[in-house]
Nanobody, 113 residues
Framework: QVQLVESGGGSVKPGESLKLSCAAS????????MDWYRQVAGKERELVAH???????TYTDSVRGRFTAFRDNVKLTVTLQMNSLKPEDTAVYYC???????WGQGTQVTVAS
C-alpha cells in the first residue's frame, strides 16, 4: 500500500520561504505523476504543481517563478520550495499520486505578518 506523508509546513512572514516534502512508501512511486495541491477552508482544492514521471514540471500561474517542485525517483520524494511567500499562499498543502488518487494528510502553511 502506497502512503504519502507531507512535512515542512509552518508559519512564516510574507516574503519568507518554506520547503515542503512528500515521502512515498511503496514501490510504485515511479509509475505515477505527482501533484502538489492546496486548499483553503471553504474553497476547492487547487492544483499548484504537476510533476510528471518525466518531463516538464508545470505550475499554476499564481506561484510560477516563486515555487519550485522537484522529484527524486531514488528517494521516492517530491518537494516544493516556496519562496517569496504571500498571505494568499496560506492553505493546507497536499501531495497526490495522480494516477493512483492517493493523498497525503496535508500540511498547513500560514503566511502572515
Amino acid at each position: 500500500q502506497v502512503q504519502l506523508v507531507e512535512s515542512g509546513g509552518g508559519s512564516v512572514k510574507p516574503g519568507e520561504s518554506l520547503k515542503l516534502s512528500c515521502a512515498a512508501s511503496g514501490h510504485i512511486f515511479g509509475k505515477t505523476d505527482m501533484d502538489w495541491y492546496r486548499q483553503v477552508a471553504g474553497k476547492e482544492r487547487e492544483l499548484v504543481a504537476h510533476i510528471p514521471k518525466f518531463g516538464l514540471i508545470t505550475y499554476t500561474d499564481s506561484v510560477r517563478g516563486r515555487f519550485t517542485a522537484f522529484r527524486d525517483n531514488v528517494k521516492l520524494t517530491v518537494t516544493l520550495q516556496m519562496n517569496s511567500l504571500k498571505p494568499e499562499d496560506t492553505a493546507v498543502y497536499y501531495c497526490n499520486a495522480a494516477q493512483l488518487d492517493i493523498w497525503g494528510q496535508g500540511t498547513q502553511v500560514t503566511v502572515a505578518s
